[in-house]
C-alpha cells in the first residue's frame, strides 16, 4: 500500500527539513509493514527559500515530489494540488509546521486499516488564547446550525483520506474551496480521535484576526443558502413587527387623539431598516460574488516548478 503525505508549505524554510526528517523516520516504521510512502509538498508561493530546501530534499530523496505556485495562491489551493498530486492508496493531510505530530501517522493509518475512509484527527485547543478558544466555540455552535454538514471545533485538515474519498473531493471542482466543509460533505465511514496541540516552533501563524473571521464568512455561505433563507424569515419577522407597531399607533391615535411626537422613532426606524437592507444586500452580493468567481473558470492556482512529471509537461 502507498501512502502519501500531503503538506502545504507557506514561509516554512526554518522547518521544512524537520518535518521531512520526522515524516520520513515514520515511513521507516512503515516499510516492515509492506507500506510505502510518498511525500507531496506544495510550496505556496513562499517568499523565503522553501522551494530551495524543497529542491534540495527532491534531490536526496526520491520519494519527495514538489509543487511551487507562481505566487501565494492560499492553503486551500494548495491543498488541491497536493491531492491532485497524491498517487497514494491513503493520503494524509497535514500542516508543515509541526504542529501536526507525524508519530499519529501510525495511528491514522491503524484506524484506516479497521475500514474507515476518513481518519480526523481532533486538536484540543491548548496554547490557544482564550479569546480565540471562545470565538471558536461559539462560531462552531454557530455554523453547525446554518450548514447542512458537520463541522467539529478542533478538526482541521489533519487527516487520513481513502483513495476513493480523496477522488470524491477531487470531483468537486469549485472555485471557492472550504476544505473542511468539502471533506465532510463527500461523507464516508469517519472516525476521530484526539491529540494534544502543539504551539507553533518557529515562523508565526499566517492567520491574522480578520483572516481568520474572513474565512469564518465564507464557511458560513460557501454551504448553501440558508443566509438567503435567514433574510427571508428576517424579513417577515420585522414586517410582523411594523405591522403591529402601526396597528399601535392608529388605536393610541383613535384613542388619544393625533399627536405627531415620534421624530426619535422615526429616526431609528429609518436607520435600522437601511442597515438591514444593506445586509441582505451583501449577503445577496457575496453569493453573486461567489458564482462571479466559478463562472470565470480560473484555474485553482499556477505552477512555477514541479519534480511531478505530470505537470512538468503541463507548464511547458
Ligand atoms: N499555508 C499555505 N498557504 C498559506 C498559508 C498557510 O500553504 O497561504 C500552509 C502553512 O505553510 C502550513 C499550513 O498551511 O503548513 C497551516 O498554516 P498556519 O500554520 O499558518 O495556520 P494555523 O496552523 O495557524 O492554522
Ligand atoms: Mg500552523
Known amino acids: 500500500m502507498l501512502i ?44 523565503d527559500r522553501t522551494l530551495g530546501a524543497l529542491k534540495r530534499l527532491a534531490e536526496e530523496d526520491s520519494r519527495v515530489r514538489y509543487v511551487s505556485f507562481s ?15 497524491a498517487a497514494g492508496d491513503s493520503v ?12 499519529l501517522i501510525k495511528r491514522m493509518v491503524d484506524l484506516r ?26 462560531y462552531y455552535r454557530l455554523i453547525n446550525r446554518l450548514v447542512d454538514v458537520e463541522l ?8 487520513l483520506l481513502s483513495r476513493r474519498a480523496v477522488d470524491a473531493v477531487l470531483a468537486l471542482t469549485e472555485y471557492n474551496r472550504f476544505s473542511k466543509g468539502l471533506f465532510a460533505w463527500v461523507g464516508f465511514p469517519s472516525t476521530t480521535f484526539e491529540y494534544e ?3 507553533r516552533e518557529h515562523g508565526r501563524s499566517s492567520w491574522s484576526l480578520r483572516s481568520l473571521l474572513n474565512y469564518g464568512l465564507d464557511g458560513l455561505i460557501s454551504f448553501n443558502n440558508r443566509p438567503l433563507r435567514a ?13 403591529v407597531y402601526t396597528a399601535w399607533i392608529v388605536v393610541a391615535a383613535l384613542v388619544n387623539g393625533v399627536e405627531t411626537p415620534g421624530y426619535v422613532t422615526i429616526i431609528t426606524a429609518v436607520n435600522a431598516l437601511a442597515g438591514v437592507q444593506m445586509i441582505m444586500i451583501a449577503v445577496i452580493g457575496e453569493y453573486i460574488g461567489r458564482i462571479y468567481y466559478e463562472v470565470k473558470g480560473r484555474p485553482h492556482f499556477l505552477v512555477k516548478a514541479t519534480n511531478a512529471e505530470r505537470t512538468k509537461d503541463l507548464i511547458r
Open 4 to 47: 502519501s503525505i500531503v503538506a502545504p508549505c507557506y514561509n516554512e524554510e526554518d522547518v521544512i527539513e524537520r518535518f521531512h526528517d520526522r515524516v520520513q523516520q515514520v515511513a521507516e516504521e512503515f516499510l516492515p509493514l509492506g507500506h510505502d510512502m510518498e511525500f507531496v509538498y506544495v510550496d505556496d508561493g513562499s517568499r
Open 71 to 85: 505566487r501565494n495562491f492560499g492553503k486551500e489551493a494548495a491543498l488541491l494540488a497536493g491531492l491532485r498530486h
Open 92 to 103: 494524509i493531510v497535514m500542516d508543515a509546521d509541526l504542529q501536526h505530530p507525524p508519530e
Open 113 to 138: 486499516d479497521e475500514g474507515y475512509d476518513q481518519v480526523l484527527a481532533r486538536r484540543t485547543r491548548t496554547g490557544d488564547g482564550f479569546a480565540r478558544t471562545v470565538a471558536a466555540r461559539l
Open 152 to 159: 467539529v471545533d478542533g478538526v482541521g485538515d489533519f487527516r
Open 197 to 199: 496541540n502543539a504551539v
Open 231 to 243: 433574510a427571508l424569515y428576517l424579513g417577515l419577522g420585522l414586517l410582523l413587527c411594523a405591522g
